[in-house]
């Protein structure tokens, strides 16, 4: 049986404006989630890998912004109490024109021309709510088409691949090498009813089959996608779209030229906060 994580929670007691500002560096440090409340926040870093180095370094950050010592809590959250967390502050929202995103306990009545994406909230493994995760989705309301291939690499909650296959996409090709998130990933995809559309696999990208996908989505941190802008070429066809993810702008000329040296284009780029997402296309062969 899978183990879950523990996670360390750090209550902080300031308001969460303050986060636009430094949530990259938090989550930098490792932090797995951050959950905003009216007047303070929760950041979440798993229990296994919160070291003494990294807390020094999460207090100087806070303490440089002003955030005291006497501001904040620290607590053990067990696994089997994270979703009840969830349930007190995760609501329907919308981003991009068109999508909903709602908790698996809501039942939103959609309009015609939305999509709505049901998930169940797990830490860490997509839920819309992240700077990355948004900015790939409002890129996929402008390129999803019936009928397309779609690789979800590193997919987490599954949020981009259920996506995909809510507007028509198929065959959709769904991985992560966290057997966790792979359990989510399908408790997703069946409560959008879209299981016979998406393949989900524990797996990394050299056990994915080669084929050619018309878009390729990759919502990962700088040094995996740095490892992968050659091995992605054999996964598409001249012509045809990646899209990365979870990345600072300070990352941007880095993977802007490691991609375009492997030989692909770069088309546009998509940026939230000191988040971004990039948009490249295969060079014609």
């Excluded at 209550?11 to 430094?22: F, G, K, M, Q």
């Excluded at 939103?108 to 860490?124: F, H, L, W």
């Excluded at 899209?243 to 492997?262: C, H, N, P, R, W």
Aim: hydrophobic share 40%.
């Amino acid at each position: 049986m899978q183990k879950h994580t523990n996670w360390i929670g750090v209550s902080v007691n300031h308001a969460p404006r303050i986060l636009e500002e430094i949530s990259a560096q938090i989550f930098n440090l490792g932090c797995q989630g951050i959950t905003e409340l009216d007047a303070s926040f929760e950041l979440y870093f798993s229990e296994n890998d919160f070291s003494e180095n990294q807390k020094e370094t999460l207090l100087g950050l806070l303490k440089s912004n002003k955030i005291e010592l006497k501001d904040l809590t620290f607590t053990k959250v067990a696994h089997e109490n994270w979703n009840e967390n969830w349930k007190e502050n995760f609501k329907i929202f919308g981003l991009g024109e068109k999508i909903i995103i709602q908790p698996d306990w809501e039942n939103y009545q959609a309009k015609p021309d939305e999509t709505v994406i049901t998930i169940a909230p797990k830490m860490s493994f997509g839920t819309g709510h992240h700077e990355t995760t948004r900015l790939i989705l409002e890129l996929m309301e402008n390129l999803i088409s019936p009928g397309m291939s779609v690789l979800d690499a590193g997919t987490g909650s599954a949020i981009l691949a259920i996506y995909a296959a809510l507007k028509g996409a198929k065959p959709v090709i769904a991985f992560d090498n966290d057997p966790e998130a792979i359990d989510n990933a399908l408790e997703n995809c069946l409560l959008n009813n879209v299981v016979s559309q998406v393949q989900v696999s524990c797996n990394d990208l050299l056990g994915i089959e080669k084929r050619k996908f018309d878009l390729i989505l990759a919502n990962i941190n700088r040094n995996v996608l740095l490892t992968l802008a050659t091995p992605f070429l054999d996964y598409s066809a001249p012509g045809k779209l990646l899209v990365l993810s979870g990345l600072l702008q300070t990352d941007f000329e880095d993977i802007k030229k490691k991609y375009t040296d492997a030989g692909w284009h770069f088309l546009d780029s998509k940026q939230e906060g000191e988040w971004m997402a990039l948009m490249l296309k295969k060079e014609k062969a």
